[in-house]
Each structure stands twice: as structure tokens, then as C-alpha cells.
């Protein structure tokens, strides 16, 4: 089993997120019902179509105030939904930059045009940079390229795009319907448990560690 190319998931993974915190932030709001359209398994298709850039920031947001039946503020609707964001740990952040040294990496996320410039600003403040594109060899955010995971198309995308070999090609994500989606595509995928696991423990001198290839090939 021998890895040249490795795409990482961006939150969960890199960068320390929580769904509940969103959750409870659009409850104070007085949006009692919103668990039930949104989760990390399941969303609303709003939430989707946001992700995929199908729908604008301003769209989203008059959406979600027919969805709620209240008169939110786009201040009050960007802050909790931005609340889930947290940070980008150093260690996650050294990762990076020592993984890319041994192998060909990028980043592939579910994200939206609310979400970008809030944790952009952050990783800029915490660590210098000014975007994630100057951590990987290519960056793909499905608010941009009007994909989403897990649908396979996203993941051939990347491999032709890039002129990877799906058997070459290994996949960390922490939502397991998104590592289906990527080994539907051939590529070698694993599900980071986070209760568990850390993808940080996997490698050592931005190398894969031979514990965790043999742990892949057991699954």
C-alpha cells in the first residue's frame, strides 16, 4: 500500500468545529426548530444548496428567516452560524506543512461564502496565513467548483483535475457518508473517528505511520 497523494477534509479534521454550538446559537435566536433541519449527518436542502453555492449569502439568510418566521439580523444570522467555527490547532497546522513535503496534498470541504472569511481571518491572525490554498498543492471548496461530498463526482473531479490515480490516493474525512462517497470513487478512504481518534496520530515526520497503514488495511 503505497500513498502519493493524500486529501484532507477540512472541519473535524484541521479545523476544531462543533455542530452544537450553531445548534444552541440560532436557539437564543429564538430558532427552537433549527436541529431539525440541520445536523452534520443530515441537512435541510437550503443548507446544501448554500454549500454548493447555488443559493447567496443574502438568499441563505432571507430563507432561513421564512424557514424560522423571524426577523433575524444578517449580523445575528452570521454570528450563529459561524459558531460552530472554532480553531486551527498548531499541531494540525504543522501537519500540513510537513505532510506536503512527502506527499502531493489537498484540501476538499463542504463549505459556504459565510463560513470562508470567518475562519480564513482566523488562521491569518493564529498563523500567518493568508489563505489555506498556501498549505495545499490545490484547494477544492464546494461552494466554489458547485459540488458537494459524498457524491462521487466531486471526488473524479479533483483526481482528473489534478491527474491522480484513485489506487494512489488516500481520503481522511470524519463523516462517515463522505468516506462512501470517496471509495465509490476508488479512492482509499478513512473515517477519523473524533471521539477517538486525531488524524495528528497517523503521522510522524509528515509520513503515514506504519501502525495506522496496517490499521487502513485491516478495515
Known amino acids: ?29 429564538g430558532v427552537t426548530q433549527f436541529e431539525t433541519f440541520f445536523t452534520q449527518a443530515k441537512q435541510n436542502h437550503l443548507f446544501d444548496r448554500l454549500d454548493k453555492g447555488d443559493v447567496t449569502p443574502d438568499e441563505f439568510r432571507g430563507q432561513l428567516r421564512e424557514l424560522s418566521n423571524l426577523d433575524l439580523t444578517d449580523e445575528q444570522i452570521d454570528d450563529a452560524w459561524n459558531a460552530m467555527l472554532f480553531d486551527f490547532p498548531k499541531e494540525k497546522i504543522h501537519l500540513l506543512e510537513h505532510t506536503r513535503k512527502n506527499y502531493r496534498t489537498f484540501l476538499l470541504s463542504n463549505t459556504n461564502a459565510i463560513h470562508y472569511p470567518a475562519y480564513i481571518h482566523d488562521l491569518h491572525k493564529a498563523h500567518g496565513y493568508k489563505g489555506l490554498g498556501e498549505l495545499f498543492e490545490q484547494q477544492y471548496l464546494s461552494f466554489e467548483i458547485g459540488m458537494r461530498k459524498p457524491d462521487v463526482e466531486i471526488f473524479e473531479h479533483v483526481l482528473r ?12 474525512d470524519d463523516t462517515r457518508q463522505h468516506v462512501e462517497g470517496a471509495k465509490k470513487a476508488g479512492l482509499y478512504a478513512y473515517w477519523v473517528d473524533l471521539e477517538k481518534e486525531d488524524v495528528s496520530e497517523f503521522f510522524k515526520g509528515g509520513k503515514l505511520r506504519e501502525y495506522f497503514l496496517q490499521k487502513l488495511q485491516s478495515r
Do not use: C, P, R, V
Request: glycine share 8%; charged share 20%.
Open 161 to 172: 483535475e489534478n491527474g491522480l490515480k484513485a489506487s494512489e490516493t488516500l481520503f481522511f
Open 1 to 29: 500500500m503505497h500513498f502519493k497523494n493524500i486529501i484532507f477534509d477540512l472541519g473535524g479534521i484541521l479545523l476544531n468545529i462543533d455542530y452544537h454550538a450553531t445548534i444552541n446559537a440560532f436557539k437564543k435566536l
